[in-house]
């Protein structure tokens, strides 16, 4: 609930005619404590993963169907899968779009994962953990 559904709905409607392999947005107006976090993990998940991995966590995103339909060894099914697909599409260099979208403080409820720095740094060592299983899937 960080975007607004209009935006949300400008976002889709302004993407999905483009060529693309993956759409995935790129976070603006963010509070300066989000948006540095995100920039020291994108430093580091760059150098750990080789590539470019900065705002890896920005949502939305799109992706098309045949992928699903490829049999990969492994996708997440948890809070990683936004960084699995830009490290995925980026190691195949694949066409990686990243419009812009407004990001806000959470317009209502609470985050059911993001409860302060350890859960933060608990899902960071996830990522971190599974670049061999990612890198094994990539084959």
Same mark, same amino acid.
């Given at each position: 609930?960080?975007? &607004?559904?209009?935006?949300?709905?400008?976002?889709?409607?302004?993407? =999905? !005619?483009?060529?693309? !392999?993956?759409?995935?947005? +790129? &976070?603006? *107006?963010?509070?300066?404590?989000?948006?540095?976090?995100? $920039?020291?993990?994108?430093?580091?998940?760059?150098?750990?993963? #080789?590539?470019?991995?900065?705002?890896? *966590? *920005?949502?939305?995103? $799109?992706?098309?169907?045949?992928?699903?339909? /490829? #049999?990969?060894?492994?996708?997440?099914?948890?809070?990683?899968? !936004?960084?699995?697909? $830009?490290?995925?599409?980026?190691?195949?260099? @694949?066409?990686?779009? &990243?419009? /812009?979208?407004?990001?806000?403080?959470?317009?209502?409820?609470?985050? +059911?994962? @993001?409860?302060?720095?350890?859960?933060?740094?608990?899902? =960071?060592?996830? =990522?971190?953990?599974? +670049? /061999?299983?990612?890198?094994?899937?990539?084959?």
């Amino acid at each position: 609930m960080k975007i &607004r559904p209009a935006d949300a709905c400008s976002f889709f409607e302004s993407s =999905i !005619d483009q060529e693309f !392999d993956l759409i995935k947005a +790129k &976070r603006t *107006g963010r509070p300066l404590n989000d948006w540095l976090k995100t $920039l020291i993990f994108g430093i580091i998940a760059s150098v750990h993963f #080789k590539q470019n991995m900065l705002d890896s *966590g *920005g949502v939305p995103s $799109l992706i098309k169907r045949d992928l699903f339909e /490829k #049999k990969l060894n492994f996708i997440p099914n948890d809070f990683s899968f !936004d960084v699995f697909m $830009l490290y995925y599409f980026r190691s195949k260099n @694949q066409k990686v779009l &990243r419009p /812009k979208i407004k990001y806000t403080t959470r317009l209502h409820g609470k985050s +059911k994962w @993001q409860r302060g720095y350890k859960s933060e740094i608990n899902l =960071i060592n996830t =990522i971190f953990k599974y +670049k /061999k299983i990612w890198k094994e899937s990539l084959k």
